[in-house]
């Protein structure tokens, strides 16, 4: 097995746990707060903690990938139009024609 194939691994491992802690500790708040020793009360207000936390950097994440195309957008220059950049391929045909011309005298 691989370096990299073991972090794989790792990290798989970690995220499954996580994602089963998490599902145990939203449905079932009592119970996990009782194993880790938190009274009913803080239990309850975990969860509430629990579900705003993701929310919160989700929300996050999504705001701050708008931000950043914003940004993008608003500091990127715009395109050359399409007429100038046709006419500049024409003179660059009309210049190497020329030049086939000047090398067919010459020969």
């Known amino acids: 097995m ?6 794989g691994g790792l990290i798989f491992v970690v995220c499954v746990v996580v994602i089963i802690g998490y599902i145990a500790a939203l ?3 009592i119970q996990v707060g009782n194993l880790i ?3 009913i009360k803080d239990a309850y207000h975990a969860i ?6 993701p929310v919160l950097i989700a929300l996050v994440a999504v705001l701050g990938i708008g931000a950043w195309i914003g940004w993008t957008m608003a500091t990127t220059p715009p395109p050359k139009p399409i007429e100038e950049i046709e006419a500049e391929e024409k003179k660059e045909e009309e210049k190497a024609a020329e030049e086939e011309k000047e090398e067919e005298k010459k020969s």
Do not use: H, M, R, T
């Not at 691989?2 to 972090?7: F, L, T, V």
């Open 48 to 53: 509430i903690w629990l579900a705003a936390i």
């Open 2 to 7: 691989s370096k990299d194939q073991a972090i």
């Open 37 to 39: 020793g938190l009274p």
């Open 27 to 29: 449905f079932f708040p």
